[in-house]
């Protein structure tokens, strides 16, 4: 009640300010986007939203979507005019009634202005007839789907545009007759009138703008029973193995996430139907669209070559997505600088339904393997962002998407609940949910809720772990003495730091574990300031070497023990050998321990040794990184056939069949010998895969892809891929990457020119592939003269693109370099900027990272 008390305060000293300095129906500041200011005048002026909307889409992209809507919803004071948010120019708004009168258009910012005279207190109707915006309605040739996260609603209809103004949609959709629709609602009924059919929905359940959806187009469609609910399924896969493999299994685990999530949270599946669809290069893995949850189409269509890991993230991702119905979708948060915490509890809920379906052992190995590196590669920069970050407007909410909101705060989370015990946690969380279903929370009422089941003071815990940045160092010291007839340990103290910044540290419990000849001991350590003793370990034997954060729980950078290096392969548990692998990668990043050559042999030891899957890809993709990034392009060159056979021997070696589909990835992503190159293309020519090894339709374009990239034959082997592709979709996706791989640098140079325009962004996903490809480490001779204007496109990006792609854009450019003119390119975007959008600087400082570690390493080692 006290929290409470507060955020109502708080809103009323905010609206206070909204509305100061000028007379009762004064116009107000009109500014691009939406202000928190304007959200939270809003938020207490309107109430009992309803929208009803109608778009006529036509079979051609190129043509306008003609749309009607009406918004009802009850005015409590006429304090100042409304401003109606739409993100388009005013020449599309044909025509506007308030209360039944026609008024003129009136157009500023963003936003239509309705003066108070046309307005009411209490309930108002506001009809218009507009152009629908094309941005994010993502228009393709036969379909569409709209993706308005996280204030995109407005580029396409007018709208309250904010997350804690949730309202009921009334769609209805005229498509071409050939087309399937799917939508927040159920569909009601269906009038055919010549080559068009008209499709009417039930009123949606109360959602915030970001959360309407719908898609339309030439799908194929399915249906099955999932739990109560008839789910449907729409989809544009063609390869009927991927569908015979696939469909199935994607409404169980469906079904399965929905079992499991109504047990847990104790609430039956808060809408009122169950429905998804397959999208081709989707931006996301997913978004959460009650009733039309929309994922990317390749993480859903498996086929018989796919990993375990592979059917492991597709159950995972179904899960987050499931989840996010009741975390996020039923309770949402008010404002989006708390984003993130929809997506912990849709990570968290979803890790638990792994555990639940496949076992606590490969869950604990999952969530380290999943969250903790991407964690640290955010946590461990100069551009390290907290959790909660500050949000004035919500046209920057996107610049808030990341690594530290996926993965640091699922971690965060699990040591909230192990600090709570899971029992106090459940029952907090549920408490949560019930209270606030179908409304809006912050972070401050849940810790509210948390604290009446914990001991803990969670408001300073939560100080270090949720509102600051960066990740905690750790190291060791421990003594010993010839105490009879051997040694023992007489003092072991652990203490740990900030990484950067001011001093701070992170309460915390994870496990060490002793390694001797014949046994191994585990102790618990609960840390809880900057130093501790560990009395649990003074006067056992002298260890052989000691294995730190071996449950895999602590978060921080922890010591390596040397002494491990010759046992590395030996540890008998997965995840030990996996907290090992990590924290050897991490302290060769900080300088310590091991140089980047030192560990690329040390891990290349493990490839025919490590017969576990997950931990197998994490080795070879540390052993890539490596190899790369922080190896000089001459030593290389000179290890490169070792490296090569490296993983073909291992390949041959390994027995299990997805160990040796990674080994061949591996192989595939290193190769650099003219032996190796007739190897990958004679596999790619005759499809005759090494023997144990099933390639797939995807697996022969990337060979084409990777060998484009090193040979004289790109446009031949391309267009050869191309032709053996009957899917329309993947087709167009290799004509446009073709340019990025050509041989002939002018071309390359036109269409990385041409990403300058937004039309030509519009398939984020293949732009960042079509980017990695261009300035892939056996091309940045002539790609390094891009970043300058690839730095430069990084606010446009942001203010054009959806959430993750100034992400994905400074990943696909930066990642693989290593030079100093690249880190002196950075340096001096930075410093020629000093007022640039801190969040994107930072995001800056993030994908840069390991540049300039590699410079630093790399300059040591010369």
């Known amino acids: 009640m006290i929290s409470k008390l507060k955020t109502y305060s708080a809103a009323a000293l905010l609206l206070a300010s909204a509305t100061a300095g000028f007379a009762q129906g004064a116009r107000p500041l009109v500014e691009p986007g939406v202000s928190l200011k304007l959200a939270t005048y809003r938020h207490t002026a309107l109430s009992d939203l309803q929208y009803t909307l109608n778009f006529d889409i036509p079979a051609e992209r190129s043509q306008a979507i003609n749309a009607t809507e009406n918004i009802s919803f009850t005015l409590k004071s006429l304090v100042q005019p409304l401003q109606l948010d739409f993100k388009q120019p005013a020449e599309k708004v044909k025509s506007i009634a308030v209360n039944g009168q026609d008024i003129p258009v009136d157009w500023a910012n963003e936003h239509i202005i309705i003066d108070t005279k046309y307005l009411n207190t209490g309930i108002n109707k506001i009809d218009l007839k507009f152009i629908a915006g094309n941005e994010s309605l993502n228009r393709n040739d036969d379909y569409l789907y709209a993706l308005f996260v996280p204030d ?40 055919v009138n010549s080559n068009r059919t008209t499709f009417h929905f039930a009123n949606s359940d109360k959602l915030p703008t970001y959360l309407f959806s719908f898609t339309a187009g030439k799908y194929q469609y399915a249906q099955q029973s999932v739990g109560k609910h008839t789910a449907e399924f729409l989809y544009r896969e063609t390869d009927p193995t991927k569908i015979k493999l696939s469909v199935d299994s994607v409404f169980i685990d469906h079904k399965n996430a929905i079992s499991f999530l109504e047990g847990w949270t104790g609430i039956a599946f808060p809408f009122q139907k169950v429905g998804f669809v397959g999208i081709p290069d989707f931006q996301f893995g997913g978004m959460e669209h009650p009733g039309e949850v929309q994922y990317k189409a390749s993480s859903l269509f498996l086929d018989d070559g796919a990993t375990k890991d592979q059917f492991i993230s597709r159950s995972n991702l179904i899960s987050h997505e499931t989840a996010h119905m009741w975390f996020g979708d039923m309770v949402t948060m008010e404002w989006f600088n708390d984003v993130w915490m929809k997506e912990v509890f849709a990570n968290f809920m979803a890790d638990k339904v792994t555990e639940k379906m496949m076992g606590s052992e490969t869950f604990n190995l999952k969530f380290l393997q999943d969250h903790y ?72 009422d849940l810790i509210a809720i948390l604290s009446k089941h914990s001991k803990t003071d969670l408001y300073a815990w939560n100080k270090v772990w949720v509102n600051q940045p960066g990740r905690p160092v750790f190291d060791c010291e421990y003594l010993g003495a010839n105490l009879g007839t051997e040694n023992k340990i007489v003092r072991f103290n652990i203490t740990q730091k900030a990484e950067f910044g001011e001093a701070r540290t992170w309460p915390q419990i994870f496990d060490i574990t002793l390694v001797y000849p014949d046994h191994s001991q585990n102790l618990t350590v609960n840390m809880v300031g900057a130093q501790m003793e560990l009395k649990a370990a003074e006067g056992l034997a002298w260890p052989s070497y000691v294995l730190f954060n071996s449950n895999g729980m ?64 994490m080795l070879t993709g540390y052993i890539g990184s490596i190899y790369w990034e922080f190896i000089l392009p001459a030593d290389r060159q000179k290890m490169a056939t070792t490296v090569e056979q490296s993983f073909w021997t291992a390949m041959q070696q390994q027995e299990a069949p997805n160990n040796k589909k990674i080994l061949f990835r591996a192989y595939q992503d290193v190769y650099f010998s003219h032996e190796a190159q007739s190897n990958i293309y004679n596999i790619w020519q005759q499809k005759q895969p090494p023997v144990g090894v099933k390639l797939s339709e995807d697996d022969y374009t990337s060979l084409a892809f990777s060998f484009a990239l090193r040979s004289d034959t790109v446009t031949h082997i391309l267009k050869q891929q ?4 009957p899917n329309a979709d993947r087709k167009k996706r290799i004509e446009f990457l073709m340019p990025a791989l050509s041989l002939d640098v002018q071309e390359r140079d036109a269409f990385f020119n041409s990403l300058g325009d937004r039309k030509n962004r519009a398939k984020e996903a293949w732009v960042t592939a079509a980017l990695s490809y261009l300035n892939h480490p056996l091309r940045q001779s002539t790609s390094i003269k891009y970043l300058p204007k690839s730095l430069d496109l990084v606010e446009e990006i942001q203010r054009t693109g959806d959430v993750f792609f100034p992400q994905s854009w400074l990943g696909s450019i930066l990642s693989s370099y290593q030079s100093k003119e690249a880190a002196q390119i950075v340096n001096d975007f930075l410093k020629a900027h000093t007022d640039y959008n801190p969040k994107l600087k930072d995001k800056i400082l993030q994908s840069s990272d390991n540049l300039f570690r590699a410079e630093k390493l790399l300059g040591a080692a010369k």
């Open 152 to 191: 995109r609603a407005r580029t396409v209809f007018p709208c309250f545009d904010q997350p804690d103004l949730k309202s009921h949609f009334l769609l209805t959709l005229q498509v071409p007759s050939d087309w399937k629709v799917l939508a927040n609602g159920i569909k009601k009924d269906s009038v």
């Open 373 to 444: 590196p991407a964690a640290y590669g955010i946590d461990r920069t100069q551009g390290a962002n907290p959790i909660r970050q500050q949000l004035d407007n919500l046209q920057d909410a996107g610049s808030l998407y990341g690594n530290i909101i996926y993965h640091k705060a699922p971690i965060m989370m699990r040591q909230l609940e192990l600090l709570m015990g899971a029992d106090n946690f459940r029952l907090g969380i549920q408490e949560y949910l019930k209270k606030y279903a179908y409304t809006n929370a912050t972070w401050n």
């Open 554 to 617: 602590g978060y921080g950078l922890f010591p390596t023990d040397k002494n491990i290096t010759g046992s590395l392969f030996e540890i008998a548990s997965p995840l030990q050998r996996a907290s090992a692998y990590i924290t050897a990668y991490e302290n060769m990043l900080a300088g310590r321990y091991f140089k980047p050559n030192e560990l690329l042999q040390l891990f290349t030891k493990g490839l025919t040794v490590e017969k576990n899957e997950m931990n197998l890809r």
């Open 722 to 725: 191309e032709d053996r592709i």
